[in-house]
């Protein structure tokens, strides 16, 4: 039921591009994204719906295909303060729980 | 006020201990969350509160019992703990408990190690 996410890291220089995927193996009613910095609490990114969306705002966005039960967080000229572990969050219909996927690391240098 | 505060931030206790974990938030939300985080893993839910009343509970072991005391404070009464239960203990609330529309926000998290 825990999503999968991939890759499982990256290494990125300052001002390149990063794509984090979410699978679930079930339905999914919206995708939460949230990153998490060593020794810090997970911090909120962005909510998808259901309705294939893309959200975001400046240089961080996401879509979410319902279809295919896979939601992707696009990172666009990374800075070094995006390094930490994304995480994405699912729920199905109803349950009112927040499911996190596997993780993606994401180390970002100068 | 967009803070959610925890203590103690790092506990070591005794597999006989009984120790709490409080959280606290003054934001006016009216769902409460408990997670687990092992090192390098995702957050894993425990416990959901919502409008002060338990509405979730994960199949968590009766060594741990949740407490809304009201809506701005969580606790979490730990006793008979053992070693694998040492992990990052982390608060979360939300506006209301409807998953789809809410964000949640985190604690910073009680380290706690049991020995």
């Known amino acids: 039921q825990q999503p999968v996410q991939s890759p499982q890291a990256v290494i990125l220089r300052e001002g390149e591009d990063a794509v984090i995927n979410c699978s679930s193996s079930?339905?999914?009613?919206?995708v939460h994204w949230y990153r998490q910095k060593h020794g810090e609490a997970p911090v909120f990114l962005m909510i998808?719906?259901?309705?294939?969306e893309q959200k975001g705002h400046e240089k961080i966005s996401a879509s979410f295909n319902e279809k295919k039960q896979q939601s992707s967080l696009y990172l666009t000229a990374s800075q070094l303060s995006y390094s930490g572990t994304y995480f994405c969050?699912?729920?199905?219909?109803?349950?009112?729980?927040?499911?996190f996927g596997t993780g993606t690391r994401l180390q970002v240098f100068p | 006020d967009t803070e959610v505060t925890q203590t103690p931030k790092h506990l070591v206790m005794g597999m006989t201990n009984k120790k709490s974990l409080k959280c606290e938030q003054h934001?006016?939300?009216?769902?409460m969350y408990w997670y687990k985080q092992k090192a390098k893993k995702p957050p894993e839910l425990m416990f959901v509160?919502?409008?002060?009343?338990?509405?979730i509970n994960e199949s968590v072991p009766s060594r741990f019992s949740p407490e809304c005391p009201n809506s701005s404070l969580l606790n979490l009464h730990l006793h008979a703990l053992q070693p694998e239960d040492s992990a990052l203990y982390l608060c979360?609330?939300?506006?209301?408990?409807?998953?789809?529309?809410?964000?949640?926000?985190f604690g910073p998290g009680t380290r706690l190690t049991v020995l």
């Open positions: 979360a609330s939300s506006q209301d408990g409807r998953v789809p529309y809410n964000e949640q926000f």
């Open positions: 998808l719906l259901k309705g294939g």
């Open positions: 969050g699912t729920d199905l219909l109803m349950t009112d729980k927040l499911i």
């Open positions: 509160y919502s409008y002060e009343k338990l509405s």
């Open positions: 934001m006016g939300h009216r769902a």
């Open positions: 079930k339905a999914l009613y919206s």
